[in-house]
Structure formats: C-alpha cells, structure tokens
C-alpha cells in the first residue's frame, strides 16, 4: 500500500513518524512523508520519499530572536504558532497535501496539521490521526497542565465535571477562524476546531506514547488505541562526536543538560545555570547547546559543550538528565532510565513534566524559578535518594519491552484491510 504521513513541527514531531515510516516500509509498503521542505534532507537520508508541504518555515538560526520568544512564550506561544502561522497557511497546506496523496491508500495525520482531516474528508480517502502526547486529548479525567495554568494538577481533586468547565474556559478563545473559512470554502460541515476535537480521525487515534506513560481516559475518542513511544534518534545520520565520546570515557558518567531541538533557541540563562549548579555538585556535565550562539567562552574542565548527540547513545550514560519536557526528550530519558529534572517552558511540557512525576523518575522545576541554588537542590535530591533511581530504572525496563513502531505499523494495517468499519468511514466522509 502506499501510505503518507503528514507531520510538522520539531525533530520531536518528525522523529517519531520516521520510525513508523521505516517500520511500515520494512514490510513492504511504499511510505511518504509530507512535511516542511527544512527536511527534505533528512527524510531523504534515511532513505524515505519526501513530499514538500507548506508553510516552510526556516531553521531556528534563520529566524528572527523575537519570533522564537513569542513562540516560545508560555501564555501565547500556541495561540501566536496556531492563529499566525499554521492556520494562514492552511490553503497553501492543503493544495501541497491533496497532491501528495494522489495514488495513497492511506493518510496519517499529526495534530498541529490541519491541513490532513480537510484532505482526508473531502476525497474520502481512509486516514488516521495521531497525537504524541497525552495533552492532546483535552481530558477532564487526567487534567492537562500547561504552563500558564500550572495550578491545575491540585484542583484534580475536584473531579472531572469542574475540571471540563475549566478546559471549556482555557479552549474558549481558540476560534480557527482561517481553518473554518476554508472549510466552508471547500464544502465541508463542521467536524469540530481542528485544535481539540477536530484533529481526530473517527476511523482511528493512534496516540504515540506509553501506557505507563498515561492510561485512557473515559472522555477520550472512543477510537483510540495506544501505540506506545516510536523512538528514532538518527544515530546512523548523525552519530556521537568523538570528542563526547572520549570526554564519558574519562569519568564517571555526567549530567547532561539539554533543551531539545526547540527550547534550545530560547536558552538564555539556561546553561549558566546549569553550569554553576554542576559546579556546586561537583559533578563532571555535558551540554547540548544546540548551536555555537549558545556556546559559553569558558567551560571547567570537568565539562563539555557540543551543539548534538543522539539521545539512545548518550543518556543512558547519563548520572541525571535536565531538559525541557518536550515529548521526545521526555521518552528518550525514560527509555534510558536515569532520573530527570524538567525544566518546562511552553506547548505540552509542563504537562509531560507532570506525568513523569507521577512515574516517580523526576522532578520539576518552571523556567522561571530555575537558577543554581534551586537547581543544585532539586539535582541533589536525583542522586541522592536511590528511589528516583529505582523507578527509573523499572520504567525503562517496561519500555523496552514495547515497540511502538510495530504496535503503530499493526494498527495501520489493520485499517488498510477490508472491513465494515472502513466501508462506513468512506461512506461518512463522502457525505461530509
């Protein structure tokens, strides 16, 4: 079958479907990946096809500072991503989208792309959404937490009626107003804001994420079925520098302080922080400082700074991970069972922060409160009490036993297969 992916974002929400992808072409099917153009070489290199989809946007180094920071910012960051740049573009997406999938069985949709639910129901072409991290799902069961409204984890208590007025609120300004003009345009009815419950395929959810991550909720998609995480680090593209490499092989194994392929953008004090809460500790520290803006002048020499490493090889060499929370960071240091201190700044990372502290693994410290005596604090409770360790160590164990890409790759192909069910969804997205 031939079958595309249509995904946008970070490398958090490009690697996860690679590994679906390869998963899938590994079996026999014929895979595309419809994406921004900024990936094409990626995508290429791991030997997929690629298909260009809008909006391009440019690499974090090309950007303006002051975009990254509105993007980035905890209370509008969404809203200013969604309302200013995804949802403009959905025209132009949808044009790129409609001319991928011609000769495709299948669609695979990601939740910030609007575009794929337009395309899917107006051909009537069998697809599938996704989500990567619980926060998509909106649940008054297992409240999110963003970063705004970091409050909402101790009002769980109150029960999932009050908590669905409070979401009810936090969703109220989000109008998609772009999307919904096009849709009439192209003459679709209302399915929903494509932020909420519009993203969702009434075929199939797939939610990209562990079990012991989050559990269903009663007020999920009744379509829904967990995959687990997809892992993909491209360690084969991009692999350990040498330098990183000799520096682990020198010492007991370090801290490692990182932010992603997002945050990183928007560092700003992070790594000196960092440095002199290591420093305090006395520990030997690896920094992934993303780019060479981010680079200090002086480093001790119990520490290193390199701009990349891929996460399978380095952070299960880890003593204790700091990161933003970001879903693909998140699982990877679950994955390598060592603890974490989450440092979250905007999107669903203060929500991922939290499910991690109900594992046990971490610890959580916000953006604006993370300076070296709270994180020499925090990072000393991680080593010290073996519990964290313990935890961690039985979480990795689970996930290991799991392979979201082939859970993912089965219920893909379960969809692609003859049945009542896919009849009904080609005959519903005809009639709307």
């Known amino acids: 079958m031939r079958i595309v992916i249509n995904t946008f ?12 992808a390869l998963e899938l072409q590994s079996r026999g099917h014929d895979l595309v990946i419809a994406t921004m153009e900024v990936y094409r070489e990626k995508i290429e290199g791991a030997g997929l096809e690629f298909f260009p989809v809008r909006p391009n946007i440019a690499q974090p180094q090309q950007q303006d500072a002051e975009l990254l920071e509105r993007l980035m910012e905890p209370r509008t960051g969404p ?9 403009p573009a959905v025209r132009d997406s949808y044009e790129d989208l409609l001319a991928a999938v011609q000769g495709a069985d299948l669609l695979v949709t990601h939740p910030a792309a609007p ?9 009537a072409l069998p697809w599938i959404s996704t989500v990567l991290a ?14 705004f409204w970091q409050w ?8 999932p009626r009050f908590m669905k007025f409070s979401l009810d609120l936090m969703k109220r300004p989000h109008k998609a107003k772009a999307v919904a003009e096009f849709r009439q345009e192209i003459g679709l009815g209302d399915y929903g804001n494509p932020i909420f419950e519009g993203q969702h395929s009434p075929r199939l959810v797939l939610a990209l994420f562990s079990p012991v991550f989050a559990q269903p909720q009663p007020d999920w998609p009744r379509q829904t079925k967990i995959a687990g995480f997809c892992f993909y680090d491209g360690h084969d593209q991009m692999p350990m520098p040498p330098e990183l490499e000799r520096f682990l092989a020198d010492g007991p194994p370090p801290m490692v302080f990182t932010l992603g392929t997002s945050a990183v953008w928007v560092a700003r004090d992070f790594f000196q922080e960092s440095i002199e809460a290591a420093k305090r500790l006395g520990q030997r520290a690896v920094l992934l400082i993303g780019d060479e803006r981010n680079r200090l002048a002086t480093l001790p020499e119990e520490m290193i700074a390199v701009n990349y490493a891929p996460y399978e090889s380095l952070l299960p060499r880890a003593s204790v991970v700091v990161h933003h929370g970001g879903v693909g960071t998140t699982s990877q240091a679950l994955l390598a069972g060592v603890p974490t201190l989450i440092v979250p700044f905007a999107f669903d990372q203060s929500d ?20 070296a005596p709270r994180g020499e604090r925090e990072l000393r409770q991680l080593l010290e009490r073996p519990e964290y360790r313990r935890k961690a160590t039985a979480v990795s164990q689970k996930l290991k036993q799991e392979n979201g890409p082939a859970r993912a790759a089965d219920l893909i192909e379960q969809v692609l297969g003859p049945s009542p069910e896919r009849d009904e969804e080609l005959a519903y997205a005809a009639g709307n």
């Open 115 to 123: 575009a794929g639910p337009l395309v899917g129901r107006k051909i």
């Open 134 to 147: 619980p926060m998509s799902f909106f649940s008054a069961y297992d409240t999110p937490v963003p970063p």
């Open 79 to 87: 809203r200013f991503l969604t309302e200013e740049v995804i949802f």
């Open 9 to 20: 974002g970070s490398f958090g929400d490009i690697h996860p479907y690679m590994a679906i």
């Open 152 to 159: 909402t984890s101790n009002f769980r208590l109150l029960g």
């Open 352 to 371: 991922n922060a939290e499910h991690a502290r109900r594992l046990g693994t971490s610890r959580t410290v916000y953006r604006k409160s993370y300076r």
